[in-house]
């Protein structure tokens, strides 16, 4: 029976300056380091035992998933990383603080595009700096497959792709696969986890550092879910 948890990154530079990060590389801050650790301690106190982590390509995530490793006494822990596991790409909105992008767009469409299941943000140029094709960690993905910008639905599908090529293999094997992602990334996997229909998926919150957990049958049915978070384990 194969265990997946599910956990965001903890709080970034950019979260708590209420900026929009996506696939920008901004390091994760002293609160997100000690949600990181909290999310580590549950773990050991928990008695789970990892038996591989993946990650996507952004520090704030990575530097997540080495400190509840570190924290839960598991650094021996297999790590993978992978670009199809990054936040979403906010395209022009990148950098921008979120109350001045919704007085500029209004607030209906401004709802529309971050809660929202299939509306992107206005998209990148194509010679704009923060274009991942100007950023070396994906000189090996065909300009092709990055993303100028995504919708939640878009998101989804790069993320639910590697979920079956890389994650699922794992579970089938019975391990316990710890994943640290980020708030659309994972949302993205809870609504195919779930199966939540996407006029739902709006209502849909991951917040940092909160431990969520998936059991599953052999036939990779979900048996159970739950979350922990601090010291209370709830139940869904």
Known sequence: MGKLILVRHGKSVWNLANRFT???DIDIA???VEEAKIAGELIRDHHISIDICFSSYLKRAIKTGEIILETANMMQVDFIKSWKLNERNYGA????NKEDVKNEVGAEL??????GFSTPPPSLSIDDER???FDPKYNHVSINDLPRSESLEQTKERTVQYFF???????????????????NSNRALIGHIENIVSSDMPKVEVKTGVLNIYEFNNNM???????L????ELKI
């Not at 909105?93 to 921008?96: K, L, T």
């Not at 401004?110 to 809660?115: A, D, E, S, T, Y």
């Not at 978070?229 to 209370?232: N, P, T, V, Y």
């Open 131 to 133: 274009h991942p094709k």
């Open 22 to 24: 996506g696939w920008t």
């Open 221 to 227: 049915s979900l048996k159970e879910q739950y979350k």
């Open 30 to 32: 002293p609160e997100g």
């Open 165 to 183: 090529e890389a994650i699922v293999p794992e579970l089938v094997k019975g391990k316990t696969v710890l994943v640290s992602a980020h708030g």
């Open 93 to 96: 909105w990148q950098g921008r």
């Open 229 to 232: 978070e601090q010291l209370s």
């Open 110 to 115: 401004f709802w529309k595009i971050r809660r």
